[in-house]
């Protein structure tokens, strides 16, 4: 029964031809992911982070650059972060805020809002008064994405965003790459991929308490 609701929904979802809300509804049945992620910023700050999330919300970032070995890990359940600069296990371990400008990057990233389940949240909103434009298939990282321009309606920004544009993995809607701008310029405020994405993770116990 429960394979036949889901099966259901994901086949209501994909006849909405709105690749946004296909993703959201393959992501809503998704209970783990990591993946390495990439970014550079409009400052040219970049990161290497291996990022793993487990739902309702625990986040573990491993940094690979900057801060080689610091470890960043939070817990829904009291709402903190739990950072060690110098690695597992290693002191000294911090609990933060994840309002903290400890542990938030230069564009005001907080990690409890760092998942794809907020990023697709952020681009339906977007959309509301906005438009959809896909265009087209193309190879990220050896899979094939389905690229997709969100534009906001004039004026209209989602945390300073007014227009994504995303490349979503034509098998299971997941983003693969995505890159924000500020306005109509094409120059990004952001570009971040999502490398050796894998879903569904069995985590070890204790992974997100570092």
């Keep these: 029964m429960i394979a036949a609701l889901l099966a259901a929904s994901l086949i209501g979802a994909s006849m909405t031809a709105d690749p946004v809300t296909v993703a959201q509804a393959h992501f809503d049945h ?10 550079s910023a409009r400052d040219g ?15 573990r970032m491993d940094f690979v650059s900057p801060h080689r070995g610091a470890v960043l890990a939070y817990d829904p ?10 690695g597992t296990h290693a002191p000294p371990a911090l609990t933060l805020s994840p309002s903290n400008p400890l542990v938030r990057d230069r564009t005001g990233h907080r990690v409890d809002r760092s998942d794809v389940g907020e990023l697709l ?9 906005g438009a959809t434009v896909t265009e087209g298939e193309e190879a990220v990282g050896g899979r094939t994405a389905q690229r997709v321009l969100v534009t906001g309606a004039p004026a209209h920004a ?24 500020a306005g109509d310029d094409d120059v990004p405020l952001e570009t971040v991929t999502l490398d050796d994405v894998e879903i569904d993770v069995a985590f070890p116990e204790r992974f997100f308490a570092p």
């Design 121 to 129: 949240r952020n681009v339906h909103a977007l959309q509301q008064g």
């Design 30 to 39: 998704v209970r783990s992911y990591r993946a390495t992620i990439r970014s």
């Design 45 to 59: 700050e970049r990161t290497e982070i291996r990022y793993a999330y487990l739902k309702p919300g625990f986040v």
């Design 158 to 181: 989602v945390d300073g965003v007014h227009r994504y544009r995303l490349w979503l993995d034509t098998a299971d809607g997941f983003p693969l790459k995505v890159v924000s701008y």
């Design 77 to 86: 359940g009291d709402g903190k972060v739990r950072l060690r600069p110098f």
